[in-house]
């Protein structure tokens, strides 16, 4: 039977293969270690749960919810902005809560897309920044991820060469995969141009607590005049260990704000309501779940790279993010990140994310997530020294069992 058009668009889902990998370890005993999805195991923070719990008891709050955010949940967040950007927000009509950062995004592309509109997107970057805007007609144009003196001549050559004219460019930073940061300069060469060009800025800052070399990351709309062409989307998942609440934001551009609004109007009534007062709680707080989240996530970021390193793979400290943006050893980067990370899974009981899963242009790196605890992280580097001690002096020897099969 003929797959379904917007199907067809979609390319093998990479991560699957890996899982289907894990799940077949598991089965036949193996203690898998499990550094490929970012899906953070720290629990929520006890005065989030107390107050969903408090919140859930009041039947009145069984009902159907707000698809935009209850006015609380969206007054918080905009608070939240002025606290720590020092960016004003109508929390009336520059912000809406999403489902989680993904879901924002996702119906954006929705709102804001017209078939054949072209995209510009940095590859290697997280699935749904270019997948997205595929599935709502849209066309990708790849960009190079990092922000330096490059991006912007970068941007100029995806203009001359797309026809039509690009309709938006994504941003992510601290990114996802490659935990780069860009600098407030950076943002403002940016708005200087999209303004320039007419082009909107879709700018995603889900990590923008977890840093760890005590330099906030900037929002894109510290700068003077972003607000005019900028939606930013973020997220509570990763900052108070919230992955499964679903909850997440969209704020800057009144005009994209409005059209996103109208789409989510007609396809969900928004979160659970406790779940969005729980939400409003949390940000409303002192910043100390956060602080103790970082820290975490710091720590095992040192024995990561430390522990690593001493196995024999010499991995770059992140200086955000919870993920490591991680080189292929050399005798193994031929064979790609898909079938490295396979060897990785049936030798060493260690799962990672394959760059290749971010886009093409990720092929030569995979992405460690920093989701297991410390006593974790170095029981995956002893696995990891035995597999390279056993191996790297002839990998062409090393076949994944699924390509034996």
């Not at 009145?60 to 209850?70: A, L, M, N, V």
């Not at 960016?87 to 929705?110: C, H, I, R, W, Y």
Request: proline fraction near 8%; aromatic fraction near 8%; charged fraction near 20%.
């Amino acid at each position: 039977m003929e797959e379904f058009h917007k199907v067809r668009r979609l390319p093998p889902y990479v991560f699957e293969q890996v899982n289907r990998l894990k799940a077949s370890a598991r089965s036949r005993g193996a203690d898998i270690i499990d550094l490929g999805m970012g899906n953070p195991d720290l629990p929520t923070p006890k005065a989030i749960v107390d107050k969903l719990c408090e919140v859930v008891r009041d039947p009145r709050t069984h009902r159907y919810s707000s698809s935009r955010g209850i006015p609380g949940l969206r007054r918080a967040q905009a608070n939240y902005y002025q606290r720590r950007f020092g960016v004003k927000l109508n929390p009336d009509t520059q912000v809406v809560a999403t489902l989680g950062s993904k879901e924002g995004f996702a119906n954006m592309a929705q709102a804001i897309t017209a078939p054949g509109d072209v995209i510009l997107c940095p590859n290697p970057t997280y699935p749904i920044h270019a997948f997205g805007f595929i599935m709502s007609g849209g066309v990708i144009r790849s960009l190079q991820v990092e922000p330096d003196d490059g991006f912007i001549p970068a941007v100029e050559r995806g203009i001359r060469h797309s026809i039509p004219k690009p309709l938006a460019l994504i941003l992510n930073y601290p990114s996802n995969p490659t935990a780069l940061v860009a600098s407030l300069d950076f943002y403002k060469d940016v708005v200087a141009f999209a303004k320039k060009n007419d082009i909107i800025i879709l700018s995603d800052l889900a990590y923008s607590e977890i840093y760890f070399d005590g330099n906030p990351p900037p929002s894109v709309l510290q700068v003077p005049g972003a607000m005019d062409v900028c939606v930013e989307f973020t997220s509570m998942s990763k900052t108070f260990s919230m992955p499964g609440w679903r909850m997440g934001f969209a704020v800057g551009n009144e005009r994209l704000i409005s059209a996103l609004t109208r789409v989510k109007s007609y396809l969900d009534y928004g979160a659970f309501t406790p779940i969005q007062v729980a939400a409003a709680h949390a940000l409303n707080g002192d910043g100390a779940d956060i602080e103790e989240v970082r820290e975490v996530y710091h720590k095992r970021r040192d024995v990561m790279v430390d522990a690593f390193g001493r196995a024999g793979w010499t991995i770059p400290a992140p200086a955000a993010s919870m993920f490591a943006w991680a080189p292929i050893p050399e005798p193994f980067r031929h064979l790609g990140s898909l079938e490295f990370s396979k060897l990785l899974i049936e030798h060493a009981d260690v799962a990672v994310a394959p760059g290749v899963g971010f886009g093409e242009h990720g092929d030569d790196y995979v992405r460690v997530a920093l989701v297991e605890n410390e006593h974790r992280i170095r029981q995956a580097a002893r696995n990891i020294k035995k597999f390279l001690a056993t191996t790297a002096k002839q990998p062409n020897n090393v076949v994944p069992l699924a390509a034996r099969r």
